[in-house]
């Protein structure tokens, strides 16, 4: 079945890259898009990168000097890159599915905290 | 970017209710509105697609309505495991964007 699991570090320091894994099953890359969508506590869900089937990119303009999207697809996953971290950036990242239409399914999540 | 304005922000209901959430976009979305279902530790789990479409496996007691600015999440008839926070997402144009969330609390 499908399933997305993220991975990643779980506390970053102040002003470091966050790297995040997103590895899928149930379904290839090259036939669906992976987006990345993040929740601060209490806060309300933000998109933030996609690659898409073909490997093109898309990003929210708000973060896009910050943010890298990229895949392996021989090992079913999407790498997202965030640096120059502020405290702001804490919060739980959730990898999603697109097809036909958008973030079809997703992860679990995995929280990030930026603490020193 | 587009704005969605979530309603309300918590309910309250019992068993057997029938409850509407609200989302209303700050220009038209064209129907490209998705409902999710969110319950603490789970992945998202997506009810409507297009405004209207049941998502496979989705009990039919969920119903999406709306067009233009304003969409409507219908669910008829309460069951226990309905009470989670439920939200919107708008994916007429990027960024794709998220209402604030409808946290659905046993009455």
């Known amino acids: 079945q499908v399933q997305l699991k993220e991975s990643g570090p779980g506390l970053v320091q102040p002003s470091r890259t966050l790297s995040l894994t997103c590895t899928v099953s149930?379904?290839?890359?090259?036939?669906?898009?992976v987006s990345w969508v993040r929740q601060p506590p209490g806060k309300g869900l933000e998109w933030i990168a996609a690659?898409?089937?073909?490997?093109?990119?898309d990003y929210n303009s708000a973060l896009k000097s910050r943010l890298s999207i990229s895949r392996d697809t021989s090992k079913s996953q999407v790498l997202l890159k965030m640096n120059s971290l502020q405290t702001e950036d804490t919060a739980m990242y959730f990898c999603?599915?697109?097809?036909?239409?958008?973030?079809?399914?997703w992860g679990q999540g995995v929280m990030v905290t930026v603490s020193s | 970017d587009i704005q969605m304005t979530q309603s309300p922000s918590f309910l309250s209901a019992s068993v057997g209710d029938r409850v509407t959430i609200n989302c209303k976009a700050s220009?038209?979305?064209?129907?490209?509105l998705n409902w999710y279902q969110q319950k603490l530790g789970e992945a998202p789990k997506r009810l409507i697609y297009?405004?209207?479409n049941l998502q496979t496996g989705i009990p039919s007691r969920f119903s999406g309505s709306g067009s233009g600015t304003d969409y409507t999440l219908t669910i008829s008839s309460l069951q226990p495991e309905d009470f989670a926070t439920y939200f919107c997402?708008?994916?007429?144009?990027?960024?794709?964007?998220f209402g604030s969330g409808t946290k659905l609390e046993i009455k």
């Open positions: 297009n405004t209207n």
């Open positions: 220009q038209n979305i064209n129907k490209y």
């Open positions: 997402l708008q994916h007429n144009s990027f960024p794709f964007t």
């Open positions: 999603a599915r697109s097809g036909y239409t958008p973030f079809d399914y």
């Open positions: 690659i898409w089937s073909g490997g093109s990119t």
């Open positions: 149930g379904f290839s890359l090259t036939s669906y898009g």
